[in-house]
């Protein structure tokens, strides 16, 4: 086509789409090209600005590596990654709420953790923190047990880093592959895990700054399930009395996985503890559907420097 006007760009691309034999593609794309064309008409994009916006998507990707992916922690701190869960997770309980135990992958799983038994410490190495003592349950939709799922498990130190991010910590360090028991149980000891600054070293950074934004996230640990014959879940359990809980810099939080981690003297169940340990008890609620296992956003471990824990606050509330 011979373009006479700028609907002319449109129409041709979505002429072009036809050709695929994929419905489902020409569906999303389709609506992509849709939108994002009547973005630039909207906001009437300058030539300056587009070449902005291009050179930021080119510096995510360079930021990408097997320790970091600055692509999924972009699209947590401009709430898709929160909007794709709900979306494709959570029923409506009112018309201004929805609940599910689903909630955002995060850019730190790593595949192949350490299998774990019940009870294990996933505190690896010298590790410092308080200790906390953990029991999840996984449940179906009509509140009966899942036994043999594989729940994979991890957090960070109670400085706020994950061990693929710190070179000190040994390789794995609080991680943990676990299966249900037959009352669909897991169990473990660990670390208390610390809120934490994400990197803002990047385009990211650049984004929060110029919204005035923190970049905090509370404390919570990740719990990956998977079984077949069960819509695999990710899920982040958060601690209730964070700080950050209402200004997640990721969206990430709901009311459904908000959980006291509470504090407790003495009295542990490892006698060897004395003084402050903390217990914590949550349980999930997965779903009948196909159990696909997502690509790990990360793979290997930082061999560098200890990255610095920049605080960025926020302009308002």
């Known amino acids: 086509m011979i373009i006479k006007h700028p609907k ?4 041709s691309v979505l002429h072009e789409l036809g050709g695929s034999q994929d419905e489902r593609f020409k569906e999303i794309m389709r609506s992509a090209v849709k939108h994002l064309h009547a973005f630039v008409s909207e906001t009437k994009l300058s030539e300056s600005e587009y070449q902005k916006a291009c050179a930021v998507i080119a510096k995510l990707g360079q930021m990408t590596n097997e320790f970091h992916n600055e692509v999924v922690l972009a699209g947590g701190s401009l709430g898709v990654s929160a909007l794709v869960c709900l979306l494709n997770n959570a029923l409506p309980t009112s018309e ?5 135990t689903a909630n955002m992958l995060g850019p730190f ?15 690896r190495g010298q590790t410092q923190g308080d200790p906390i003592f953990v029991k999840a349950w ?5 509140g009966e047990a899942v036994s043999g799922a594989m729940v994979d498990v991890w957090h960070t130190s109670a400085e706020g880093f994950y061990e693929n991010q710190d070179p000190s910590q040994v390789d794995m360090n609080l991680r943990g592959r676990f299966k249900t028991d037959d009352k669909g149980l897991i169990e473990f000891r660990s670390v208390k895990p610390g809120g934490y600054p994400i990197p803002v070293n990047g385009p990211v ?3 929060l700054r110029m919204q005035g934004r923190h970049n905090m996230r509370p404390a919570h640990i990740h719990f990956l399930i998977h079984k077949e ?3 695999t879940q990710f899920s982040q359990v958060y601690s209730a009395d964070d700080p950050n809980v209402h200004s997640d810099v990721q969206f990430g939080v709901t009311n459904s996985l908000l959980a006291h981690y509470v504090r407790r003297e003495g009295n542990a169940p490892d006698p ?3 003084g402050t340990w903390y217990s914590l008890e949550h349980t999930f609620t997965i779903d009948r559907g196909v159990a696909n296992l997502p690509r790990a956003p990360i793979k290997g ?15 308002h509330q």
């Open 229 to 231: 014959g069960f819509k």
């Open 8 to 11: 002319d760009i449109t129409a």
């Open 138 to 142: 996984v449940k179906d939709t009509h």
């Open 96 to 100: 201004d709420e929805v609940r599910t």
């Open 301 to 315: 471990k930082n061999q560098g420097p200890l990255p610095e824990q920049v605080v960025l606050k926020a302009n």
């Open 109 to 123: 799983w790593r595949d192949e953790s350490p299998p774990s038994q019940n009870g294990d410490n996933l505190a």
């Open 272 to 274: 060897s503890i004395q």
């Open 205 to 207: 950074g650049d984004l």
